[in-house]
């Protein structure tokens, strides 16, 4: 072993600073010497004279290197409470609006973040919050039912309209679509959820219905008109009868609203507000059963914060370009902006409404319209459940994905947290 240890060390060094065809003929004669194996020896040459990674040394432990976090659980602290109050955002979404929310919790007493805590969050990465916060992150996603059935004749009158199609540079072109509340089973009466996404802003306006009898969608369309802060230039729905009728039909052709429809069984022609029908109904409402006058006020009271919310301090990340290389697709994504940004550079909003916006959010806080949404949503988890007529799994009753998560058995498990200090 002394004359194998004397041999290597006179050649490791040669080996090291020689070119490649020198190596080999070194290599040739290290392994006559020493009988190695070829792919042992060089590694042993290759590696002499460096610190040995996580070998144990002789008499003691095995040390291991530690790198300094440069992330302490303060930071980790008032990200997390930030990432809570935006309803669980991703990283690049978070990232994006991270300037502005901290400025808005500060100036509502909401947070209290000394200078070094708030140079480390303005320089944080949004792959660095992914990882961070990967330990808080348990949700599972559960999976509606569509209850959409093929409309009349009529919808040869109203022109396909694909995704390929929308490229709307200005807001007023709106998706719609209904959400049902059935708890699993489509028999009886249950409510139902108009879900209302312009194209261009991701602007979205919700409002829960009885039923989906047509007179009930179509005054509910009205109203939600009403709410926009633009003007209502077009509408694209599915093939549902609850959208195609003569009503609504007659309606866009008086009103001069550009009404079109999507290919049957394609729900990405519609794709913008399938998003929200989660991000807006499902994860605020949930999958329970709702029946009722009592649960369509509730409803409807939590929507009325929602929007405000959403719209207002939700980011949103907007598809700018798709570019096929062979078989792969290369997405490229404008910089997330929330709704209200996005209008407010928008050059086709009038500047009447673009101030009054500008005056409703400067008295927003986001956290106390988080805390009034986790105080709906306890009222209406804690109401007697409107037992479906069939048996339903009751993972697809209690559908609860941020005041109450689920665990892999289907239990709901309590997040409690507070906003203030």
């Not at 290599?27 to 040995?52: C, I, M, P």
């Not at 999976?143 to 007023?172: M, V």
């Not at 399938?274 to 939590?302: C, D, F, I, S």
């Amino acid at each position: 072993m002394a004359e194998r240890r004397a041999v290597v060390k006179a050649t490791a060094r040669r080996y090291q600073r020689g070119r490649k065809k020198e190596k080999q003929k070194i290599l040739d004669e290290f392994t006559e010497l020493t009988g190695y194996n070829r792919s042992y020896a060089r590694t042993v040459l290759r590696n002499y004279g460096q610190k040995a990674r996580g070998r144990k040394p002789a008499g003691g432990k095995r040390r291991r290197s530690v790198s300094r976090k440069r992330y302490d659980e303060k930071v980790l602290a008032v990200l997390r409470r930030i990432w809570m109050i935006l309803d669980f955002i991703c990283g690049k979404r978070l990232v994006a609006i991270m300037p502005e929310i901290l400025r808005r919790l500060e100036y509502f007493g909401e947070l209290k973040v000394d200078a070094r805590t708030r140079a480390k969050l303005m320089k944080i990465s949004a792959a660095t919050i992914d990882r961070l916060l990967s330990g808080e992150r348990r949700k599972y996603q559960l999976r509606g039912r569509a209850r959409t059935k093929p409309g009349t004749l009529l919808k040869h009158q109203i022109p396909l309209r694909t995704f390929s199609e929308w490229n709307e540079q200005q807001p007023g072109f709106v998706e719609i679509d209904l959400v049902a509340h059935d708890g699993g089973s489509a028999a009886g009466e249950y409510l139902y959820t108009l879900d209302m996404t312009d194209v261009y802003s991701g602007w979205t306006e919700v409002q829960a219905i009885q039923n989906k009898a047509q007179v009930w969608v179509f005054a509910a369309l009205k109203e939600l008109r009403g709410q926009l802060p633009f003007a209502l230039q077009g509408i694209d729905s599915d093939n549902g009868s609850e959208f195609i009728n003569d009503h609504l039909l007659r309606y866009c052709q008086q009103e001069r609203i550009t009404f079109t429809r999507s290919r049957p069984y394609r729900k990405n022609d519609n794709c913008f507000v399938e998003q929200k029908n989660y991000t807006m109904v499902r994860r605020h409402v949930g999958y329970q059963r709702l029946v009722g006058g009592e649960q369509l006020a509730l409803v409807n009271e939590l929507y009325g914060h929602l929007r405000l919310y959403a719209n207002y301090f939700q980011p949103v990340m907007r598809l700018k370009r798709k570019e096929r290389h062979g078989s792969q697709v290369k997405k490229t994504y404008e910089a997330a902006q929330t709704p209200y940004q996005r209008l407010r550079g928008s050059k086709h909003l009038p500047a009447a409404a673009r101030q009054r916006l500008a005056r409703e959010y400067t008295q927003l806080n986001p956290a106390e319209l988080k805390r009034k949404l986790e105080r709906l949503q306890t009222r209406l988890l804690q109401m007697p459940l409107n037992a479906a007529p069939q048996r339903s799994h009751p993972r697809q009753l209690h559908g609860w994905t941020n005041h109450h998560l689920f665990t892999k058995t289907g239990r709901p498990v309590r997040v409690d947290f507070q906003l203030r200090q």
